[in-house]
T-cell receptor
């Protein structure tokens, strides 16, 4: 079975706080990709990062960092020193050798950063 | 940015009328997708295509049909629009390597209101 779970439906933080968005996945594939997307209030879906199942190195890009742990099937996303512009819905997604030409998306986490 | 356009961007129509949404890409990607996004439901796959004239159903395909006669164009048709098809529709494209789908890029979306 392929599944992506984002248990946090909504999160609110005060500006400059750090926040972690959780993503837990299920797959029997050994080769797969994990993704994060951002959907700001304007509505477009923006690709943030892709991670290969063979690469467990954490990634940092400015205030964004991603922690990929195969042992716990998690691919968590941390925003450091959050800003109002980070307010958006964030989606985690999965594709693999047995996902049948499809992507599996989590239901999204809505992040509100309060000034 | 991936070259994906959707037309129209906004449409208001009446129940029972046919509606066609167009997705156009300039990336020459093999895979194209149609999703709908509704509050509380995240992204739901309607149909997808894995090549010219090759299409398959997603989880919410009832009431929708698709066609792909050229690599660059993927059409979504609502044969007889209903109010339950009021939604935001996203087109997406992807490629695959080693049997795994790579990053999915999204179009800007089409807001459809069925009265």
């Amino acid at each position: 079975a392929q599944k992506v779970t984002q248990a946090q439906t909504e999160i609110s933080v005060v500006e400059k706080e750090d926040v972690t968005l959780d993503c837990v996945y299920e797959t029997r594939d050994t080769t797969y990709y994990l993704f994060w997307y951002k959907q700001p209030p304007s509505g477009e879906l923006v690709f943030l990062i892709r991670r290969n199942s063979f690469d467990e190195q954490n990634e940092i890009s400015g205030r964004y960092s991603w922690n990929f742990q195969k042992s716990t099937s998690s691919f968590n996303f941390t925003i450091t020193a959050s800003q109002v512009v980070d307010s958006a819905v964030y989606f985690c997604a999965l594709s693999g050798t047995n996902t049948g030409n499809q992507f599996y998306f989590g239901t999204g986490t809505s992040l509100t950063v309060i000034p | 940015d991936a070259g994906i356009t959707q037309s129209p961007r906004h449409k208001v129509t009446e129940t029972g009328t046919p509606v066609t949404l167009r997705c156009h890409q300039t990336e020459n990607h093999r895979y194209m997708y149609w999703y709908r996004q509704d509050p509380g439901h995240g992204l739901r796959l309607i149909h997808y295509s894995y090549g010219v004239k090759d299409t398959d159903k997603g989880e919410v395909s009832d009431g929708y049909s698709v066609s792909r006669s050229k690599t660059e164009d993927f059409l979504l048709t609502l044969e007889s629009a209903t109010s339950s098809q009021t939604s935001v529709y996203f087109c997406a494209i992807s490629e695959s390597r080693s049997l795994v789908l790579e990053t999915q890029y999204f179009g800007p979306g089409t807001r459809l209101l069925v009265l």
